[in-house]
């Protein structure tokens, strides 16, 4: 039989990256919980109604990358591909909306995919994101987005790249879509037949292919940035002056897309240049019709999520955190094991971090474990009545009563 392997597009998170993550943890806690969000986590799986619903027929993501199952009674779940949908239904069923609004909500969860794996691109992963629900104001869109700036700032994401536009409402995207539609009809003979199949379904990813012929027909194609109505060129232009305001440099780019149907009118993406093909690292917008879409009241939202393994692929690799022990017990026969057991329980209820011999080894062995641990002190647990505490700094070792060992290490280290 052979080793089993984790599943194709997922990784473990072995202890050195959980130290990162924790890292990126606390500065979205620390950033987010200042601006007034607050955490929440939704059930790993929905029903597969909310992503069709939420996310778009039309989408990638529902198309082909969802992982749905039966749960056995003829009801359809689904492994949620993203975390907005699942926030806005959260909202509607704890009737959220009787809140003083907006509710603003912050995320940190594992998400599945069924994508082709590559650097940067899992089956799951995890991303961090953030929601504000019942507000229509420009204010809260560039709040959102300096957030997400201030966070990548503090991991030191390099070379970060703001891309933001507008899309208007749905009524202006309709007509639109049309004028596009018309438009793609009319230059078939210069797209690329994927972009041809998908005239219909999706006209606006057009914009997004890679294929040289369909960017050059594309430059000549009307851009929906110039058709937006007043009100929403007026919310559009508030956006960019609050940004200018805080200095945060942006590119207006009107061929903006993302993956998902439920966006209106502001919309965001962080990229970084340091990442290969996968270069977002979070985006996000508004999305005024959402809810409504979920059978709820109408109710103003805008939100971002941010890639968690792209966010670290494109930070720096921080120095290699030891884990701080203040003591490791050492024990000098195998009949003081209770003994050394008691210690170290000992220590750590006085606060002290402490390790305890668990591999069997010779004293000499116990002794160059400590010294690999880097523990700033060791107590040796013989059978007398008396421990050997050794300062791994000094090298000075002394003889104590037991009661005395950990008083003394409380004095002596920089703890007390
Ligand atoms: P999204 O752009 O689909 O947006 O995903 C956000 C981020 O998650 C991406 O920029 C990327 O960093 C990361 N990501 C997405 N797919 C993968 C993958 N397969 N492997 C690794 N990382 C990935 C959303 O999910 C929206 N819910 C964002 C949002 C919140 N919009 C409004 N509120």
């Not at 018309?182 to 294929?211: M, Q, T, W, Y």
């Not at 941010?306 to 003591?327: F, H, K, M, Q, S």
């Amino acid at each position: 039989m052979s080793v089993i392997q984790a599943p194709r597009g997922t990784f473990d998170v072995l202890p050195a990256d959980a130290a990162r993550r924790a890292v990126l943890q606390s500065h979205a806690e620390r950033i987010l919980g200042a601006a007034g969000y607050r955490r929440i986590e939704t059930p790993t799986f929905e029903p597969t109604e909310l992503f069709a619903r939420g996310v778009g027929e039309a989408t990638d993501i529902v198309q082909k990358e969802m992982y749905t199952f039966d749960d056995g009674g003829g009801r359809s779940l689904t492994l949620r591909p993203e975390g907005t949908a699942p926030v806005c239904r959260a909202y509607l069923e704890h009737g959220m909306h009787k809140l003083p609004q907006p509710v603003k909500f912050w995320y940190l969860s594992s998400f599945f995919r069924a994508e082709a794996p590559q650097r940067g691109r899992y089956r799951q992963f995890w991303q961090v994101g953030a929601e504000a629900i019942g507000s229509a104001e420009p204010e809260a869109d560039a709040e959102l987005i300096i957030l997400l700036a201030e966070l990548l700032d503090a991991m030191a994401v390099k070379e970060p790249r703001l891309r933001i536009s507008s899309l208007g409402t749905p009524a202006t995207r309709a007509a639109y879509r049309e004028e596009l539609t018309a438009f793609l009809r009319a230059h078939k003979d210069g797209l690329s037949p994927e972009v041809v199949a998908r005239i219909d379904l999706n006209p606006l990813r057009a914009f997004d292919a890679d294929d040289p012929r369909t960017r050059e027909t594309m430059a000549g194609a009307p851009l929906l940035l110039e058709r937006l109505a007043a009100d929403d060129v007026e919310h559009f232009a508030q956006v960019r002056e609050l940004l200018d305001d805080q200095e945060l440099a942006y590119e207006v780019d009107p061929t903006l897309v993302r993956g998902i149907d439920y966006y209106t009118r502001t919309l965001f993406e962080f990229t970084s240049d340091a990442l290969g093909a996968q270069s977002a690292v979070g985006g996000g917008g508004r999305y005024d019709e959402l809810m409504q879409q979920l059978s709820g009241p109408p109710t103003p939202a805008s939100g971002w999520a941010a890639g968690i393994e792209r966010i670290l692929l494109a930070a720096p690799e921080p120095p290699v955190a030891r884990l701080a022990v203040d003591l490791f017990v050492a024990r000098a026969v195998p009949e003081a094991g209770r003994a050394a057991f008691a210690l170290a329980a000992e220590a750590r209820r006085a606060g002290l971090s402490a390790q305890l011999e668990l591999a069997g080894r010779s004293l000499k062995g116990q002794l160059k474990q400590a010294d690999r641990l880097g523990a700033r002190y060791v107590a040796i647990v013989g059978d007398t009545a008396l421990i050997s505490l050794k300062d791994m700094e000094s090298g000075d070792q002394r003889e104590l009563e037991t009661q005395t060992v950990i008083p003394a290490i409380l004095r002596g280290s920089r703890l007390v």
